[in-house]
Structures are given as C-alpha cells and as structure tokens.
C-alpha cells in the first residue's frame, strides 16, 4: 500500500496518528488509514453493512452521525457519569497528586485478545496513567487524571471498540451477575431445546431407515433447518462476535482467540449442512450444529459459576451490603424517613439505622450511641463502641440502638470498595503461570487451524467425501478453552478460597509464591505475640498475704488507668471473679514510677526500693509493697497469638526454616524461640536489620516468605519474595504486603500453604488432562475416525472437567 496516499488523521474517529500506532485497511478498495484496531473494526462493519453513506454525509456537514459510536462526542446516556455526585460515587481517590481510580465491569471479553485490545485501546486515552484487566472477574482498574479525561470518556471508550462496560459498586454487583448468568442460561435453553428437536428429526438417519418418503425428508430436513438458526444466531452470537473482534485484531496481537475454530466449525457446518440440503444430497450437519452449540454453553455456565464463585473475596463483601435504607427527609426539623436505594444516596445526607440492620455507607455518627460487629473490615468478632462523631464503615452490623450518621463516603469512595480494589488487583496482577497459560492457548489456534485445513486438504485427493468432515471435526474436537482455563481458574478459585479464611490476597503471585518457600521470617512482636501483656505469675513474699488478696488490692488501685499492666491485672481480677477493694484514700499516680495509696505502693522495682530479678521472656513486672517492705511481685508475658503454633507446623510439614526477627532485646528474642521451637532467631534488630537479613538469604539462593505487622516491618515485607501484613485497617493498604491477614489467628496462614501445593497439584492436573486430551482428540479427528458431534461433546466436556477440577479448590 502506498503510505503517501494515507492521511495523517483517521479515517474513523478524526484523531491525529502517531507512526506507531497506524493500522491501515482497504474500504472498499480504497486505502484508510486508522488510529487503532478498534477505529479499523467499526469502519470495516459500517461499510460491510453498506452504510459507508454516512462517511460522506459527515465530511459535507458537521450534523451529529445517527451512529454514536463513529463519534468523538460522548453520547447522551453515558453524560451523567461526569456528575461530580456520581463521580464521587464510581471512583476513589489514589492518594497521589489529584488522580483517580475506577473499577470497571467488562462484558464480552472472551480471550487474551480482547483484553489486549482493551488495555491497548485505554492506554491511548490522554490521561490514562495505568490501566489493568483480568479475564476471570473480567474487571478493569483505571488510573486516570480527572484533568485531562472522564469517567464517561473511559465508558465511551470501551464501546468504541465493541465492547460494554458499567462501574462496578458493591451494591449493584449482584444484580449484574445474575442478569449474566439468566442471559447465558436463556441461550442455553434455546440451544438445548433445538438441539433436542433436530435430534428427533434426524432419528431415522440414526437408526438406519432408508424407506422415508422424499417429501417428508425434505420436510424433516429444512425444518430442521429452521431450528437451527436460532441457535446458530442467537445462542452462538456471542461466540461469532468474539471470533471476529479476535480475528481483527489478530494483526497486532499475533493470537487468535479459543472461539476462532469453534466459530469457523459452526460456520462451514452449518454452510456445508444447507448446501447439502439444497442439493439434496450428503450429510446435514444441523444434529452436531445444535449439539455442539448446548455443550459448549453448559460448559461455560460451570465455568461462569466457577468464575462468580472465584470472585467472592469482592463480591462476598458486595453481598453485605443492604439494597435500600432510610434516609431521613428533611433532618433536623423533621425525622420522617423515606426508604430510597443505597445507590441513590449522595454524601451529606441522614440516614437512620436500625439495631439489626447492616450500615449502607460510610459516615460519622451524629446521634444516639450504639456498637458495631466490624469483624467483617477488621476480624475483630468483639463489639465496638460508637459514640457521637465516631466513624461508621459500610458492611458493619449496628447492634445496640438506632442510629443517625451523615453520609460522606458511597459506592467506590467507601472502605469496603477499597478492601474489594485490594481484592481485585490479586486477578490484575496475573502471575507468571496464567501469563504462560494464555501465551501458549493463543499459539495452539494458529497450530489448530493449520492442521484442520492440512488435514483437510489430504482428504480431499484421498476421500473427498470426508474433507469436510475431517475439517469440522478437527475444528471442534480440539480444546483451546482447557488450555486457556487450566491455570487462571485454579489460581481464582484458590484465591477466593483463603478469602473466606480471612487472608485479603493484593497481589497474584501469593499462591504461586508460597509453593516455592524455602525460609519463612517472622517478626516478634505483633505477629508471634500479640502485644498485650498477660499476667503470668505472681511471687508472694509476705505469709500474711495470699494470691487473692494481693490481686484484689493491686486491681483496685489500678482500676481506671490506661496502662497495659493496669488493664491486665484489671482482667486477671474479672477473670477469677474477684469483688475490688472498696478503697477510701486517694490513688495517687507518679509517673514513671507507680502508684501509691496510704501506706500502699504499686509499681517498678526502683519505686517500691527493690532489686528486680530479671526472668527471661517477660514483658514486664510490678510489684505491691508498703511500710513493712515488698508483698508480692506481678509478672507479665507477652500473650502469644492464636494459630501460631498450626502455622509452625504446617512449615515444618514443607521442611520450610523458620527464622524469628525482632527489635526486641535478644533475651526476650531467644525465650520465644526457645518456648516455640525455633531453632534461627537474632533480636535487637533495626528495620534495616531486617532488611539485610533477608537480603542475605536471598543472595544464596533461599526464596523467603515474610510476615510482619505492617507498618514497623515494611523494609521487611518489601525485600521478602512473599510477604503477609498481620492486622486490620486502612494503613495495610499502604504497608507494601503482597497480602493482609485480617483475622487474629497465624491458623488461616497455615491452611493457606497447604492449600498452595493442592492449587498446583490442580494445575498441573487440569494442563496434562488438556494437553493428554488434544494430543489422543486432533490426530483421531485428522484420521476421520470422529465425528463432529462426538468431538464436539469431548471438547465441552474438556473445558467442564478442568473448570470443575478447579472448582474443587474453593471447599479448602
């Protein structure tokens, strides 16, 4: 093609062209140039359809095309989106500079090719900072400058290149996934049902009846005709549209997707099956059109449950959100309410919460105290205490009283979107084996193709008869869909696994990591222990004094302080359900050293005139003495946290080492490890200690698995290969973990390695069964021993047993 005849705009959209993103096609015999494959696609299909007229309509007056999507403007239904209300409703903050961030659903993506397409066509959009897509939950998060471009610029965008999108929100989210899935089953059903008239129709062909009269062949023959085209339009449209936008973008991305050959089978079956028909001579075809269409529709409705069940980490928080409210009309010279939507709710305004009743978005509290069960945000099952002006979070359970709070956070600015973001970027973030998987899935339809027309070609000079055959039968008997299902649902279902555990995976590679570990470096304090001080001991020097008296009147003197050694004599007292001493002179704090009452002092050893003896592991000591010299000393423990001891365990089963890392002094360091079995520990260690350590272990070849509390550990949990934030809260977000343990129990980490080596057991599984199946499946069907509708039922039962063989994951 001579370039110099090519403009620099394009030919669609009117945008300039940079060099290397031209695309050039001939419509109509006439070169065009195109800004990308998208612009190129609805060229093609307006002039394919004859109405290249509105091309020239444009270029004479600047009327606004009927045609929406051949314009640069942003049509009228996609408007509201730029609303600063709903703007705030479908996007969030991303804490740098001024940008924004937007979860997208996607529909109709099918393959690598679509998502390539996607993300290709976004990057274009000035003011598109970072753009990822992942095919499972079919999800796309945009980074994007509000300066420089929309959100309905980025949902016009999408439709642009044959492609729909809406903003995901907790609250609509599993409306839009039952829609999906009633649409498919609608599709199914029409398959089915076609497939099971036309069967009856061609049961004489079946059986061998030879004696049917020649009008009632034909009657039988276009009728079945007639039923199958609906099932080739309505209920394999989908597959027909994603083999042509994979076929037009095939220039750039060098793969065609796994509906290519099932739409060219269809298609030369079904034209070969009227041909014949027409002809009245050969084989119809339509029995193995319909048959093949229902399998291959049921099997993508497992793996569609597969897919929405693998989603539950953000679609499981979405589902804890109420679908209605009440909101208050005209507060506060009214409280009449007024039930309305959630999705209709906008910052600033009232609602009431009744006990029972789920909070539907985040806000501040302006009246009547209640608690809260945010163990859904933070694993903490106690109740929490609200109190005028204290933060309510969407998804939490008010208890107590009825409640008012004012609105100031909905939809993808709440924290449960934030918590479900962070789930979603495990999918984005696609590890190196589902990279792999859809690599090589792209590569076996270009070597499918070539052999089912090779095979042809042979046939056609040895059996002409059975060139088409073959043809089909090859197309349709191969599995693409195993190959390209193999490791991305096992690796969605695993993740949406160690979800309902409590384990908030943020990036892909966990599961994938954790089968690799060969040392596993855990921090001190706020991972093996928790923190909190437990009174362990008490040492009674004084036989005028018992451990129950010398408990009650050292709580009754630490009742109200804040101090971590008051509050765990304070439950040490509540636990042996002892009364406190009723206590008429005043307590008097000295800080730094104790308190004193009357003749009566509680507090450090330099305090009460005493020399400590120092035990290893503690946390700390107090002791209780007055005139007469010291009664009793009080020793405390760190307490350590539940689960640690299952997690130890499960390493020691992978002959994983386990190192013990701390800022702790080496004395505490060494007891713990000691009472914990740890064999490599060191204390007294800075961040950039810990830092190098890992370092180290890493440069000899050890790929290290971190866990840390989230803010102290952060050089720790950066450097390590795999690293998991123990804790709860917003600042996790920021603590560079490649996971969030949201629960207080280490139990859920060690189901989570065991449940690393049974998904690779899954893989590896599903990609033999997928490659064992295509080596026996193409060279029979090269060999005519198949027939098309039996390879079409061992292709959809491929693709079923790999997404069920997957499936098994999520009972971990």
């Known amino acids: 093609m001579n370039k110099s005849t090519i403009s620099h705009h394009c030919y669609h959209c009117g945008s300039v062209i940079l060099p290397e993103n031209l695309c050039e096609a001939d419509l109509n015999g006439v070169p065009q140039a195109f800004c990308c494959a998208g612009c190129m696609a609805i060229a093609q299909t307006i002039h394919g359809e004859g109405l290249e007229v509105f091309y020239s309509r444009r270029a004479r007056s600047s009327d606004k095309p009927a045609a929406y999507l051949a314009s ?149 023959g276009w009728t079945s005709w007639i039923l199958t085209v609906p099932v080739m339009v309505y209920s394999a449209g989908p597959i027909f549209q994603a083999a042509w936008r994979s076929i037009q973008s095939f220039r750039h991305t ?268 855990l921090d001190k304090t706020g991972t093996v222990t928790l923190g909190q001080p437990e009174l362990r001991e008490i040492v009674i020097v004084r036989s005028d004094f018992d451990r129950n008296k010398v408990l009650a009147l050292a709580a009754s003197m630490e009742a109200g302080q804040k101090h971590p050694l008051a509050l765990s004599l304070m439950r040490a007292a509540s636990k042996a359900k002892m009364a406190l001493n009723a206590i008429d002179q005043e307590v008097i704090n000295q800080p730094g050293k104790g308190l004193s009452c009357g003749g009566y002092r509680l507090g450090s050893a330099q305090w009460v005139g005493i020399v400590q003896d120092a035990k290893a592991g503690q946390y700390g000591q107090v002791h209780l003495a007055d005139s007469g010299g010291l009664i009793a000393s009080f020793i405390f423990l760190d307490t350590p946290r539940t689960g640690v001891k299952d997690l130890l365990s499960a390493a020691k089963a992978r002959n994983i080492t386990v190192h013990l890392v701390s800022g702790d002094d080496p004395v505490t360091v060494a007891w713990w490890a000691q009472e914990l079995g740890i064999k490599s520990y060191r204390g007294g260690c800075t961040p950039e200690d810990k830092y190098t350590y890992i370092e180290h272990m890493q440069n000899k070849g050890h790929f290290v698995w971190a866990i840390g509390d989230g803010v102290n550990d952060a050089p720790l949990l950066a450097r390590a290969d795999v690293s998991i934030a123990v804790g709860a809260g917003a600042p996790l977000a920021s603590a560079g973990a490649d996971a969030i343990l949201t629960a207080s129990s280490l139990a859920p980490l060690a189901k989570t390695l065991r449940l690393a080596d049974k998904t690779k057991s899954v893989i590896n599984e599903n990609l033999i069964w997928a490659l064992a199946y295509n080596l026996l499946a193409i060279p029979a069907a090269m060999m005519g021993w198949v027939n098309p509708w039996i390879a079409g039922i061992g292709m959809s039962l491929s693709s079923l047993l790999v997404t069920l063989n997957a499936w098994r994951l999520r009972r971990a």
Not at 88 to 108: F, I, P, Q, V
Not at 117 to 132: A, D, F, K, S, T
């Open 254 to 521: 060098r793969m065609l997707g796994m509906d290519v050959p099932i739409a060219l089978a269809l298609a030369l079956a079904f034209t070969a099956g009227t041909i014949n028909l027409v002809m009245g001579s050969g084989l119809s075809y339509f029995d193995s059109i319909t048959m093949f269409v229902a399998f291959i529709l049921a099997a993508r409705y497992v793996e569609l449950l597969a897919r929405q069940d693998a989603q539950g980490g953000s679609e499981a928080l979405a589902k804890q959100l109420p679908a209605i409210c009440e909101r208050l009309l005209n507060y506060p010279i009214s409280k009449e309410v007024e039930v309305v939507p959630v999705v209709n709710c906008s910052p600033g305004e009232i609602l009431r919460v009744s006990p029972g009743e789920i909070i539907p978005a985040d806000g501040i509290l302006i009246e009547y105290e209640s608690a809260l069960d945010e163990s859904l945000l933070t694993g903490e099952s106690k109740p929490i205490d609200k109190k005028i002006g204290d933060r309510l979070y969407a998804g939490t359970h008010n208890i107590l009283n009825p409640l008012l709070m004012r609105i100031d956070a909905v939809g993808q600015a709440t924290r449960i979107a934030g918590i479900a973001s962070l789930l979603d970027q495990a999918l984005q973030a696609k590890p190196l084996m589902v990279s792999l998987a859809e690599k090589w899935a792209g590569y076996f339809v270009g070597f499918l193709l070539l052999s089912a027309f090779l095979s042809s070609a042979i046939w056609l000079s040895i059996d002409p008869s059975k060139a088409w055959t073959v043809l089909v039968a090859v197309l349709v008997a191969s599995c693409p869909c195993a190959l390209s299902l193999a490791v991305p649902t096992a690796m969605a279902a695993a993740q949406g696994a160690v979800t309902k555990l409590g384990l908030l995976i943020v990036r892909g590679h966990v599961m994938e990591g954790l089968v690799k570990v060969t040392d596993l470096v």
């Open 72 to 220: 640069n403007e942003i049509p009228e239904h996609l408007r509201p989106y730029d609303d600063p209300s709903l703007r705030s409703r479908y996007t969030r903050a991303t804490g740098e500079s001024d940008n924004l961030e937007t979860t997208l659903r996607l529909e109709k993506i099918r393959c690598a090719a679509c998502v390539w397409l996607c993300e290709q066509h976004l990057r274009r959009i000035p003011g598109v900072i970072e753009v990822q897509i992942h095919y499972v939950s079919q999800k796309v998060k945009i980074e994007f400058s509000p300066n420089q471009t929309s959100l309905a610029r980025l949902l016009f965008e999408i439709e642009r290149i044959g492609y729909e999108a809406w903003p995901f929100e907790p609250s609509l989210a599993f409306e839009k996934a039952k829609k999906e899935k009633r649409q498919l089953l609608t599709r199914l059903g029409v398959a089915l049902l076609g497939m099971m008239q036309v069967m009856m129709y061609a049961w004489p062909s079946y059986v061998g009846y030879k004696d049917i009269p020649l009008e009632y062949d034909l009657l039988l």
